[in-house]
T-cell receptor, first 111, second 118 residues
């Protein structure tokens, strides 16, 4: 069966450091992958999309990589700030209209 | 101004009751979705509509029935509520359904409806 695995343990990181989150998937052949941020009591908010033919994508302090051989995407937050504290969800997309999400990794950035 | 709005935000009800959750988007999007987020925080797709046509219907009990009166609205009706239905339900929309990996396919979510069945 298809699985999307993200580290279930919270990532505690000091302000200014780089946070790296992992998304592994099995029994998927996604054409692309999206990353979202979710704050408590809110819906997810889109951050970045990376296609299978793109190795890396950047947006401000965010960077995403996509390795279809390893079946893995890495999400980096550089120069992290307390405002970056949230849960980050990855969502590989394979078939039309069906975006499935991982359970997310909580990031806690302390001053 | 809210792009995707769903009501109510909280819904507490007894087992066996029937309830509805409403969703509206003012983004002019063609595709709308219902997702369920359980206690383990997995977001699972339930339904997807494109221009009022049902295009995704996951393995969801037939007690759940979506209705799309027009492409800006997608409501969710739940019959005979069970304890296991307790979760947060999110409505979402996108300009186009996920397919080719363009930014038109990113989802905009509502703020969720927390359903508690007692």
């Amino acid at each position: 069966s298809q699985k999307i695995e993200q580290n279930s343990e919270a990532l505690n990181i000091q302000e200014g450091k780089t946070a790296t989150l992992t998304c592994n998937y099995t029994n998927y052949s996604p054409a692309y992958l999206q990353w979202y941020r979710q704050d408590p009591g809110r819906g997810p908010v889109f951050l970045l999309l990376i296609r299978e033919n793109e190795k890396e994508k950047r947006k401000e302090r965010l960077k995403v990589t996509f390795d279809t051989t390893l079946k893995q995407s890495l999400f980096h937050i550089t120069a992290s700030q307390p405002a970056d504290s949230a849960t980050y969800l990855c969502a590989p997309c394979e078939s039309w209209g069906k975006l499935q999400f991982g359970a997310g990794t909580q990031v806690v950035v302390t001053p | 101004d809210t792009a995707v709005s769903q009501t109510p935000k909280y819904l507490v009800t007894q087992m066996g009751n029937d309830k509805s959750i409403k969703c509206e988007q003012n983004l002019g999007h063609d595709t709308m979705y219902w997702y369920k987020q359980d206690s383990k925080k997995f977001l699972k797709i339930m339904f997807s509509y494109n221009n009022k046509e049902l295009i995704i219907n996951e393995t969801v009990p037939n007690r759940f029935s979506p209705k799309s009166p027009d492409k800006a609205h997608l409501n969710l009706h739940i019959n005979s509520l069970e304890l296991g239905d307790s979760a947060v339900y999110f409505c979402a929309s996108s300009q186009r359904g996920p397919r080719r990996g363009s930014d038109n396919e990113k989802l905009f979510f509502g703020s969720g409806t927390q359903l508690s069945v007692l």
